[in-house]
């Protein structure tokens, strides 16, 4: 098992960048995939980005590709989420997933993760 811990999150305005972190505890990080999902108010989660055990594989809906980055450092036992050029409707509960099922990141949505953080707070303003 593991427990994730994100903080980062805060207010920024229109065009601004911010990036979010996610430390781990618990069972070896470096075993699980690890993904970013977000939750508007009132709306369903939606996946953000996702980034395999090693690192050496990332995925991003076409939505969001080239303005959000997603890395980790397994030695730091933390996954990070670097948003850039963001827009009010980025406005959301940013949550980290871990995933064991290796399959789970390349679905590019919300399934298959095993745990899930709190979730960290950012709001976009215009």
């Known amino acids: 098992q593991v427990q994730l811990v994100e903080s980062g999150g805060g207010l920024v305005q229109a065009g601004g960048s911010l990036r979010l972190s996610c430390a781990a505890s618990?069972?070896?990080?470096?075993?699980?995939?690890m993904a970013w999902i977000r939750q508007a108010p009132g709306k369903e989660r939606e996946f953000v980005a996702a980034?395999?055990?090693?690192?050496?594989?990332?995925y991003y809906p076409d939505s969001l590709k080239g303005r959000f980055t997603i890395s980790r450092d397994n030695a730091k036992n933390t996954v990070y989420l670097q948003m850039n050029s963001l827009k009010p409707e980025d406005t959301a509960v940013y949550y980290c997933?871990?995933?064991?099922?290796?399959?789970?990141?390349?679905?590019?949505?919300?399934?298959?993760?095993?745990?899930w953080g709190q979730g960290t707070q950012v709001t976009v303003s215009s």
């Open positions: 618990g069972r070896a990080f470096s075993n699980y995939d």
């Open positions: 980034i395999s055990w090693s690192g050496g594989s990332t």
């Open positions: 997933a871990a995933a064991l099922d290796r399959r789970a990141i390349t679905r590019l949505n919300t399934r298959g993760y095993n745990y």
